[in-house]
């Protein structure tokens, strides 16, 4: 199993990078998790629109699903005329992603709601989800396949949950908006890196590669927090950064 990041800022992508989008490939099956802003790009340098074979959405979020669209509309126009791409999101989650283009989308993808826990197979993969708190329904993901297995939180706040999600995983991609503390009204709805690490350590992860930090700011900060009680292999998702597990 693979791990591609192809960006990680939260709320908006930053001057050159782009927001939560990740592949993970295993036996030549392609899923994307997370389309956000600016994540097609990157996505296009590594393989082709009609080389995915499915798309995994954690939440409604544009910074999560917004260049589904731009995908769709590569596989539907782009004259390779591949099957219909499966997606999977929490119910309702891509209504007004999928409405941007109406019938020129028709036939390019085949929507799945996915369950707020339980799991499904998905090609070499067994996917398994949580539901996670957030301001939006917010699916936590963990694929695992070949004896091995990758955790992501999607964004989410404090949850009991969220060590049964990474539990003994070999990657937890955590979210951690913040190094160390959510401010106001958005404390039950993200995590930070403190938290991140917590988890991982509590949950016995292999290695813990934290995402969706706010655009524009330094992920010194953010390491030192989630180091604080995490001891494993530890960094920051970024354009490029591949993990094979």
């Not at 709320?11 to 036996?27: F, K, T």
């Not at 939440?59 to 589904?68: E, R, T």
């Not at 969220?162 to 937890?172: F, G, I, K, N, V």
Request: glycine share 12%.
């Amino acid at each position: 199993m693979r791990l591609t990041v192809l960006g990680g800022c939260g709320a908006w992508p930053a001057s050159g990078q782009a927001c939560g989008g990740y592949l993970v490939e295993r036996d030549g099956f392609r899923v994307l998790v997370d389309p956000g802003y600016a994540t097609l790009p990157r996505l296009l340098e590594v393989t082709t629109a009609e080389e995915i074979d499915a798309v995994l959405v954690s939440h409604g979020h544009p910074d999560h699903c917004a260049d589904l669209n731009p995908l769709l509309r590569a596989r539907a126009l782009g004259g390779a005329h591949p099957p219909a791409l499966p997606v999977y999101a929490p119910a309702g989650a891509l209504d007004a992603v999928l409405r941007l283009d109406g019938r020129m989308l028709a036939g390019s993808f085949a929507p799945h709601d996915l369950p707020p826990s339980g799991g499904l197979e998905l090609g070499p993969f067994r996917l398994d989800t949580w539901a996670l708190p957030h301001h939006v329904p917010n699916a936590g993901l963990r694929l695992s396949g070949g004896g091995k297995v990758l955790a992501y939180t999607g964004d989410t706040g404090p949850s009991d949950a969220l060590p049964d999600l990474a539990r003994d995983a070999d990657l937890l991609l955590a979210e951690a908006t913040y190094p160390e503390e959510v401010p106001g009204e958005d404390a039950p709805y993200l995590s930070t890196a403190r938290q991140a690490g917590r988890t991982a350590a509590v949950a016995g992860v292999a290695r813990l590669l934290l995402t969706h930090l706010w655009p524009g700011t330094s992920s010194d900060p953010a390491l030192a927090a989630a180091a604080e009680s995490y001891r494993g292999d530890l960094a920051v998702a970024s354009w490029g950064v591949t993990v094979d597990l």
